[in-house]
């Protein structure tokens, strides 16, 4: 049943571990659309038929009571609702990853997109992913808006420069699934296209081996001590100009402006390139700017850095 | 002598501040709109039957887009209903002589062809590239015309404004003596509600266009993240007007087929209050729901909760009209006539493009569809489809209104049916594409869809087609049709009752309120 209504409506396989539950309500929504249509027409055919004007002119007759009215709308209003709460509870997880994730940062540009793994491998255009794994995408631009689109996960998500957003995925088959960009970016985006290829863990294990480069982490490390940040952060839990590093990752710090924030990716490298915009309580306004002066990929080796630093529970 | 002849002469045209010949000059301009975005939209058709676009390169590309999406929308869709029928019919149908303020009226429609003009220009000598979006920081970056075509379509939106400012003081004080509120005609109701929207959003949308334009020629950085600027900030704005405008499309649109159902069926109609409820609802929770726009754009969970579930509290209100039409059908003594056959269309493609919004709204499966040509048949569908069918529903209904003559009912139930079969061939390949997952504003494609496009262009040809056919006949009928009479439709609405065409101050003698606009002496239910 599943694969006559998927191939029936056109849709690509279902690769991901979301995109059968996503297409059971796809099938239910449009189905349900599908009939009301068509009842509605076919109502208004032999409402037409029925009740034309003859040569003998009959009065109208034939109220429809206001009960019907409420209960019409009602019903409909409850199906409504249902379908916002089911598919609402699937969108919450498609943004919810699982702290196992393995994550890959993507950097989208007029026309490619970049890969940078844990390892510190990096690809472009081919997004390499071991099945039955979960895997988190974090996404930036470095120009305009672009959106990673893979159909056969049913997964988009906008990459927008100055911004992280993210999304995850299991792939549940080996293969190899379109990436498109689905927001328009100039000439180039109809052909801003890469791949997913889904490989058997050991395959996978054996890819990025073989592209073995300095750790993310390691990497953000000597960028972390070149660019002069351990001067004021330091990473053993002592505060001195700055916040330490340590236990950072993830936790809750109120700000001056009396807000509360989680010191996550987005929070993170907002605070490298405008360190003035959320400062935390007890801090001057002491950091310049690291804007135009680390690249994308730094910026997410040191945020690598700082995570691996330790997370607050 | 009517208004087409008294007073007589090009002068008394072109200063006129008759609301009947204003209306006319906008039929004019917006038809003319609607045929340069059909020209367009053929061009892209046509460039979209092979997979590697053999006919147009993709810079070009964009720019047809672009240029198909902003005709339509901004001359085309936003005035079609209400500043041609609004403006021929509101002051007929409350018993007044005019608008409120007529000469505003006029300034309506010149600002209008100003800006018009100015978009036109800057498209034809520069063009734009952005797709009719804009969004940032594409466009502020391009090297293209943007800058003119925001100011074009600024003076567009001051039209936009006068013409809804007109229409709520008209609607306020204009009503014949005795007509209360409650007997306002249901076509009244929507452009009221729909001009609220315009003086409310329109605003909006002007100053984010002018943003985008200083930022464009100043780099002030107002979007654009390199210098503090937020490119969703504009996704914001934008929407926060453009998604009531999708309603200021389509709220008219209801109003002709709650006029068309009622007069066709002879009896009032069925829950008169409740479509009145929900035609503020729509005006009023249409404001709320920009963000369904943006599902992908990064906000946070919870404002995707509220926007979606806003989103269906929208899509509530248009059910009940639709339950409301059937019902005024269900036990009438209905004329088969050519404008009832346009509703049965709009039916069609009202319900099923309104349900697919329904699951665009269902936000999981957004992720999905959004960006795609899901989105684009399912808007097509309800808005231009709507649009259109309820527009040509309008121009068959109240054609021997305004001219006095007859058209050939068989040439015009023809024509309904190439453009409805024109129109469902077109888009409903393009929900399938969607699923599919070709997204938008791609000038290539994966050959593996290339026989949905092909069956798409076919389907915009033959609407094309049915589209000239029906101007043609109409515009036959226009000079060699039968007297009509002054109420061929046996209607009991107030515009029905002074002869056809009008004269100049529309009433040959003051109306009188004797029987609302819905009084059927035979409507015993």
Same mark, same amino acid.
């Given at each position: 049943?599943?694969?006559?209504?998927?191939?029936?409506?056109?849709?690509?396989?279902?690769?991901?571990?979301?995109?059968?539950?996503?297409?059971?309500?796809?099938?239910?929504?449009?189905?349900?659309?599908?009939?009301?249509?068509?009842?509605?027409?076919?109502?208004?055919?032999?409402?037409?038929?029925?009740?034309?004007?003859?040569?003998?002119?009959?009065?109208?007759?034939?109220?429809?009571?206001?009960?019907?009215?409420?209960?019409?709308?009602?019903?409909?209003?409850?199906?409504?609702?249902?379908?916002?709460?089911?598919?609402?509870?699937?969108?919450?997880?498609?943004?919810?990853?699982?702290?196992?994730?393995?994550?890959?940062?993507?950097?989208?540009?007029?026309?490619?997109?970049?890969?940078?793994?844990?390892?510190?491998?990096?690809?472009?255009?081919?997004?390499?992913?071991?099945?039955?794994?979960?895997?988190?995408?974090?996404?930036?631009?470095?120009? =305009?808006?672009? /959106?990673?689109?893979?159909?056969?996960?049913?997964?988009?998500?906008? $990459? !927008?420069?100055?911004? *992280?957003? @993210? #999304?995850?995925?299991?792939?549940?088959?080996?293969?190899?699934?379109?990436?498109?960009?689905?927001?328009?970016?100039?000439?180039?985006?109809?052909?801003?296209?890469?791949?997913?290829?889904?490989?058997?863990?050991?395959?996978?294990?054996?890819?990025?081996?073989?592209?073995?480069?300095?750790?993310?982490?390691?990497?953000?490390?000597?960028?972390?001590?070149?660019?002069?940040?351990?001067?004021?952060?330091?990473?053993?839990?002592?505060?001195?100009?700055?916040?330490?590093?340590?236990?950072?990752?993830?936790?809750?710090?109120?700000?001056?402006?009396?807000?509360?924030?989680?010191?996550?990716?987005?929070?993170?490298?907002?605070?490298?390139?405008?360190?003035?915009?959320?400062?935390?309580?007890?801090?001057?306004? =002491?950091?310049? /700017?690291?804007?135009?002066?680390?690249?994308?990929?730094?910026?997410? $080796? !040191?945020?690598?850095? *700082?995570? @691996? #630093?330790?997370?607050?529970? | 002598?009517?208004?087409?002849?008294?007073?007589?002469?090009?002068?008394?045209?072109?200063?006129?501040?008759?609301?009947?010949?204003?209306?006319?000059?906008?039929?004019?301009?917006?038809?003319?709109?609607?045929?340069?975005?059909g020209?367009?939209?053929l061009?892209?058709?046509?460039?979209?039957?092979?997979?590697?676009?053999?006919?147009?390169?993709?810079?070009?590309?964009?720019?047809?887009?672009?240029?198909?999406?902003?005709?339509?929308?901004?001359?085309?869709?936003?005035?079609?209903?209400?500043?041609?029928?609004?403006?021929?019919?509101?002051?007929?149908?409350?018993?007044?002589?005019?608008?409120?303020?007529?000469?505003?009226?006029?300034?309506?429609?010149?600002?209008?062809?100003?800006?018009?003009?100015?978009?036109?220009?800057?498209?034809?000598?520069?063009?734009?590239?952005?797709?009719?979006?804009?969004?940032?920081?594409?466009?502020?970056?391009?090297?293209?015309?943007?800058?003119?075509?925001?100011?074009?379509?600024?003076?567009?939106?001051?039209?936009?404004?006068?013409?809804?400012?007109?229409?709520?003081?008209?609607?306020?004080?204009?009503?014949?003596?005795?007509?209360?509120?409650?007997?306002?005609?249901?076509?009244?109701?929507?452009?009221?509600?729909?001009?609220?929207?315009?003086?409310?959003?329109?605003?909006?949308?002007?100053?984010?266009?002018?943003?985008?334009?200083?930022?464009?020629?100043?780099?002030?950085?107002?979007?654009?993240?390199?210098?503090?600027?937020?490119?969703?900030?504009?996704?914001?704005?934008?929407?926060?007007?453009?998604?009531?405008?999708?309603?200021?499309?389509?709220?008219?649109?209801?109003?002709?087929?709650?006029?068309?159902?009622?007069?066709?069926?002879?009896?009032?109609?069925?829950?008169?209050?409740?479509?009145?409820?929900?035609?503020?609802?729509?005006?009023?929770?249409?404001?709320?729901?920009?963000?369904?726009?943006?599902?992908?754009?990064?906000?946070?969970?919870?404002?995707?909760?509220?926007?979606?579930?806003?989103?269906?509290?929208?899509?509530?209100?248009?059910?009940?009209?639709?339950?409301?039409?059937?019902?005024?059908?269900?036990?009438?003594?209905?004329?088969?006539?050519?404008?009832?056959?346009?509703?049965?269309?709009?039916?069609?493609?009202?319900?099923?493009?309104?349900?697919?919004?329904?699951?665009?709204?269902?936000?999981?499966?957004?992720?999905?569809?959004?960006?795609?040509?899901?989105?684009?048949?399912?808007?097509?569908?309800?808005?231009?489809?709507?649009?259109?069918?309820?527009?040509?529903?309008?121009?068959?209904?109240?054609?021997?209104?305004?001219?006095?003559?007859?058209?050939?009912?068989?040439?015009?139930?023809?024509g309904?049916?190439v453009v409805?079969g024109g129109?469902?061939?077109?888009?409903?390949?393009?929900?399938?594409?969607?699923?599919?997952?070709?997204?938008?504003?791609?000038?290539?494609?994966?050959?593996?869809?290339?026989?949905?496009?092909?069956?798409?262009?076919i389907g915009a040809f033959l609407l094309g087609f049915g589209l000239v056919m029906t101007l043609v006949?109409?515009?036959?009928?226009?000079?060699?049709?039968?007297?009509?009479?002054?109420?061929?439709?046996?209607?009991?609405?107030?515009?029905?009752?002074?002869?056809?065409?009008?004269?100049?101050?529309?009433?040959?003698?003051?109306?009188?309120?004797?029987?609302?606009?819905?009084?059927?002496?035979?409507?015993?239910?």
């Amino acid at each position: 049943m599943n694969e006559l209504l998927r191939q029936a409506l056109y849709l690509p396989r279902q690769a991901s571990s979301m995109a059968y539950r996503i297409d059971v309500l796809h099938y239910t929504v449009i189905g349900c659309a599908f009939a009301v249509a068509a009842l509605s027409c076919l109502l208004v055919i032999y409402i037409l038929i029925r009740f034309r004007e003859g040569p003998q002119r009959k009065p109208p007759a034939h109220k429809i009571g206001h009960v019907v009215e409420v209960a019409l709308a009602g019903f409909t209003l409850i199906a409504f609702i249902a379908w916002w709460a089911i598919g609402f509870t699937q969108y919450r997880d498609i943004h919810s990853p699982p702290a196992n994730a393995i994550r890959i940062h993507v950097v989208a540009k007029q026309w490619m997109w970049q890969f940078a793994y844990p390892n510190g491998a990096t690809a472009e255009a081919d997004l390499r992913v071991p099945v039955g794994e979960p895997v988190e995408v974090i996404l930036t631009s470095r120009d =305009v808006i672009h /959106s990673f689109y893979v159909p056969a996960f049913r997964l988009k998500q906008d $990459a !927008i420069p100055g911004r *992280i957003t @993210s #999304l995850w995925f299991t792939a549940t088959e080996p293969g190899t699934f379109d990436i498109l960009c689905a927001e328009y970016c100039g000439a180039g985006h109809s052909r801003m296209r890469g791949r997913v290829i889904a490989l058997p863990p050991a395959d996978y294990a054996r890819w990025t081996d073989s592209h073995v480069a300095p750790d993310l982490a390691d990497a953000g490390a000597k960028l972390s001590a070149a660019y002069g940040c351990l001067r004021c952060h330091s990473i053993d839990g002592t505060g001195y100009i700055a916040p330490t590093w340590k236990g950072l990752y993830g936790a809750r710090r109120a700000l001056t402006t009396g807000e509360i924030v989680t010191a996550d990716d987005a929070y993170l490298t907002e605070s490298m390139m405008d360190p003035q915009a959320k400062l935390v309580v007890g801090f001057q306004p =002491v950091m310049p /700017s690291y804007l135009g002066l680390l690249s994308g990929p730094e910026a997410a $080796a !040191i945020v690598e850095y *700082i995570r @691996s #630093l330790g997370a607050k529970p | 002598m009517n208004f087409w002849n008294e007073p007589r002469g090009v002068r008394s045209w072109l200063l006129t501040t008759d609301h009947k010949r204003v209306g006319v000059m906008f039929f004019f301009a917006v038809s003319l709109f609607l045929l340069l975005g059909g020209v367009f939209a053929l061009i892209l058709r046509l460039s979209l039957v092979t997979p590697n676009n053999a006919l147009v390169d993709a810079g070009t590309y964009d720019r047809l887009f672009t240029h198909h999406g902003i005709i339509m929308v901004w001359l085309f869709l936003i005035p079609s209903i209400p500043s041609t029928f609004g403006n021929l019919l509101v002051p007929l149908m409350i018993g007044a002589r005019d608008v409120a303020f007529p000469r505003l009226n006029l300034a309506s429609f010149y600002v209008f062809i100003a800006g018009a003009i100015i978009v036109l220009v800057a498209l034809f000598a520069g063009g734009v590239d952005t797709g009719w979006t804009f969004y940032t920081p594409y466009s502020t970056a391009t090297p293209t015309a943007i800058v003119w075509v925001a100011i074009g379509i600024f003076v567009v939106g001051v039209s936009s404004i006068f013409t809804g400012l007109n229409f709520i003081a008209t609607t306020h004080a204009m009503r014949v003596k005795g007509m209360r509120w409650r007997d306002l005609p249901l076509f009244v109701w929507t452009i009221y509600g729909t001009s609220i929207i315009m003086v409310i959003a329109t605003p909006v949308l002007g100053m984010t266009l002018l943003l985008v334009g200083a930022d464009h020629v100043w780099r002030l950085g107002l979007f654009e993240p390199n210098t503090g600027g937020d490119p969703v900030l504009f996704q914001h704005l934008f929407w926060f007007y453009s998604h009531p405008a999708v309603y200021i499309m389509i709220l008219p649109g209801m109003g002709v087929v709650s006029e068309v159902v009622s007069t066709m069926a002879h009896r009032r109609p069925a829950w008169y209050g409740a479509i009145v409820v929900a035609t503020i609802g729509i005006a009023v929770v249409g404001f709320l729901t920009w963000g369904h726009h943006m599902f992908v754009a990064g906000m946070s969970d919870f404002d995707v909760g509220i926007f979606g579930v806003l989103s269906m509290l929208v899509a509530i209100f248009s059910a009940i009209k639709v339950f409301a039409w059937i019902s005024t059908l269900y036990g009438g003594s209905i004329t088969i006539s050519t404008p009832i056959l346009y509703v049965f269309t709009f039916i069609f493609l009202f319900v099923f493009g309104g349900m697919s919004g329904v699951a665009v709204a269902t936000t999981s499966l957004d992720v999905h569809w959004t960006d795609t040509y899901f989105v684009v048949a399912h808007f097509h569908f309800i808005m231009v489809g709507g649009t259109i069918t309820a527009f040509l529903a309008a121009m068959h209904y109240w054609f021997p209104k305004i001219t006095g003559k007859m058209y050939s009912e068989t040439w015009a139930k023809l024509g309904c049916a190439v453009v409805s079969g024109g129109f469902i061939v077109t888009f409903t390949p393009q929900f399938l594409l969607g699923n599919h997952g070709m997204p938008r504003r791609y000038a290539t494609y994966p050959p593996d869809m290339q026989w949905l496009h092909v069956i798409s262009t076919i389907g915009a040809f033959l609407l094309g087609f049915g589209l000239v056919m029906t101007l043609v006949y109409l515009a036959a009928a226009w000079v060699n049709g039968k007297p009509a009479g002054d109420n061929p439709w046996r209607s009991a609405s107030f515009e029905w009752r002074s002869p056809s065409p009008p004269p100049h101050e529309n009433f040959a003698e003051p109306p009188k309120w004797t029987s609302g606009p819905y009084t059927y002496p035979e409507d015993q239910a």
